[in-house]
């Protein structure tokens, strides 16, 4: 990737390098199976590899970031001359006027060779070998003005980099998180089936009673259609996955995790006005937002000083030139054209330029006033995000004890249904109550590594992993 592409580290606990550290820790490989011969094993480390590799939102805004340096050439040789070489031949036949008004049937022909081109009569050259047209005021700052966009495009092609990294690991996240609720759901349907038998045989032998039966033979059809979801989500991840990776659509992607990546980043215990200051200072946008401040503030100098500079106009021509009567070339020889002009333009008396800057004085206004609007939006998405950390941080200990109780419930509801101390009422909702705690841990898992990685974006650092 291009050099533009950078990551913005900040100092104290956390840091980009942590992070990689923190995900490579976590990363569990599933026992060895030998892969399908179109698949593509990937884990997050390499999604986001990927993602810097091939992604089209990336390449897109690194192509208008090479744009915006073409255009700070294109602006540097604003007060360099034009040149032409080459030559020219010219036929008159009929009448011409001359200067005191006389008219006379001329015959006539001329011939130019060398720096310029378009030699006829006593005039100019009509393309000069050298021509310079520059407004002076333009050649100062243009310059500057084109050097504050390229850094505002660089800026912004690394602020959509960060935000292409979140959506990849997002999507990766999503992707494992569906895996795990399909495998929730499997083990609920097979209990499920398990009670659905139990309860009709019971119903059948005349020990239980139909409708116990037809619930629980019910449950079972419920979680036939949970299973369906799950995979259609979990498709829908991978789906979203190639897209973003701008990959084939003919490869199969199978995931190096089975579990979520735990990534730990903040420990919840910050200071949150600390984290604001450092977004507001590290954000690429910010970045953006000044360069753009800046662009429109020397565009508004150059207006506010054209006034006073004055436009030069500069030709020059060499070369050899010869004509004569009728068809005949003859008295070829050396010839020299120079011209210099020195003049201040006043557009509209005056009331153009004063418009202009008018224009651009509300256009830095404008981009001053976004900028101070970028600040307060960083400053509510970094608390929004350290309170989702937090929260989600909070909630993982409960959902994991949930899963304990409704597990034993489970079992011991299990146990009085087998030997018909039990309704299979019971038994259901301890059923239910499990997978829901279950897919429960799952949601807090893969939300808090996403808000992880979400604030750490927000901070102004990109999701770097080896």
């Known amino acids: 990737m291009s050099e533009r592409v950078r990551?913005?580290?900040?100092?104290?606990?956390?840091?980009?390098?942590?992070?990689?550290?923190?995900?490579?820790?976590?990363?569990?490989?599933?026992?060895?199976?030998?892969?399908?011969?179109d698949s593509l094993r990937i884990d997050l480390p390499t999604a986001l590899r990927l993602a810097d590799e091939r992604n089209l939102d990336v390449a897109i805004y690194l192509a208008r970031a090479d744009e915006a340096a073409a255009k700070v050439a294109r602006a540097r040789t604003l007060a360099v001359?034009?040149?032409?070489?080459?030559?020219?031949?010219n036929?008159?036949?009929?009448?011409?006027?001359?200067?005191?008004?006389?008219v006379v049937d001329a015959d006539?022909?001329?011939?130019?060779?060398?720096?310029?081109?378009?030699?006829?009569?006593?005039?100019?050259?009509?393309?000069?070998?050298?021509?310079l047209g520059v407004d002076v005021a333009d050649a100062i700052f243009q310059p500057l003005v084109a050097k504050q966009n390229r850094a505002a495009a660089e800026a912004a092609s690394v602020a959509n980099r960060h935000a292409v990294l979140v959506d990849v690991a997002a999507a990766y996240l999503d992707w494992i998180r569906a895996r795990a609720d399909s495998r929730i759901v499997a083990r609920a349907l097979q209990r499920s089936v398990e009670l659905a038998a139990l309860t009709a045989s019971y119903a059948e032998s005349g020990e239980g009673l139909r409708a116990d039966s037809e619930m629980a033979a019910s449950q079972q059809l419920v979680w036939e259609?949970?299973?369906?979801?799950?995979?259609e989500r979990a498709e829908l991840a991978v789906a979203e996955l190639i897209r973003l990776l701008h990959l084939d659509g003919g490869v199969v992607l199978e995931p190096v995790d089975d579990d979520v990546p735990r990534i730990e980043i903040f420990r919840g215990?910050?200071?949150?006005?600390?984290?604001?200051?450092?977004?507001?200072?590290?954000?690429?946008?910010?970045?953006?937002?000044?360069?753009?401040?800046?662009?429109?503030?020397?565009?508004?100098?150059?207006?506010?000083?054209?006034?006073?500079?004055?436009?030069?106009?500069?030709?020059?021509?060499?070369?050899?030139?010869?004509?004569?009567?009728?068809?005949?070339?003859?008295?070829?020889?050396?010839r020299d054209d120079l011209s210099v002009l020195l003049y201040w333009q006043f557009d509209g008396l005056?009331?153009?330029?004063?418009?202009?800057?008018?224009?651009?004085?509300?256009?830095?206004?404008?981009?001053?006033?976004?900028?101070?609007?970028?600040?307060?939006?960083?400053?509510a998405e970094v608390r929004r995000g350290y309170a989702r950390v937090r929260s989600l941080r909070e909630q993982r200990p409960f959902a994991a004890s949930a899963v304990e109780r409704a597990s034993t419930a489970y079992e011991l509801n299990r146990e009085r249904v087998y030997d018909q101390q039990g309704l299979p009422l019971e038994v259901l909702a301890a059923m239910q109550a499990l997978a829901a705690a279950e897919m429960g841990v799952i949601d807090v898992e893969a939300e808090h590594s996403l808000a992880q990685l979400k604030l750490h974006t927000a901070i102004g650092n990109p999701v770097e992993l080896p």
């Open 7 to 37: 990551a913005r580290g900040f100092g104290g606990v956390v840091r980009a390098g942590l992070l990689a550290l923190a995900v490579a820790a976590v990363a569990r490989e599933s026992p060895a199976q030998p892969p399908a011969p």
């Open 81 to 89: 001359p034009t040149l032409r070489v080459g030559g020219s031949a």
């Open 91 to 102: 036929r008159h036949d009929g009448n011409l006027q001359e200067t005191g008004g006389n």
């Open 108 to 131: 006539r022909a001329a011939r130019f060779t060398g720096l310029g081109a378009g030699a006829v009569g006593a005039g100019e050259l009509a393309a000069p070998g050298l021509s």
């Open 225 to 231: 259609q949970r299973r369906a979801a799950s995979s």
């Open 269 to 334: 215990d910050e200071n949150v006005e600390e984290l604001v200051a450092r977004a507001v200072r590290g954000r690429p946008e910010t970045e953006q937002l000044e360069a753009l401040v800046a662009a429109a503030s020397d565009d508004l100098t150059a207006q506010r000083y054209g006034w006073f500079i004055p436009s030069v106009a500069l030709s020059y021509s060499n070369g050899q030139f010869g004509g004569g009567p009728g068809s005949a070339i003859a008295n070829t020889g050396h």
């Open 350 to 379: 005056g009331f153009g330029n004063r418009a202009r800057i008018d224009e651009k004085r509300a256009r830095l206004q404008q981009q001053t006033l976004e900028r101070d609007k970028l600040g307060d939006a960083i400053g």
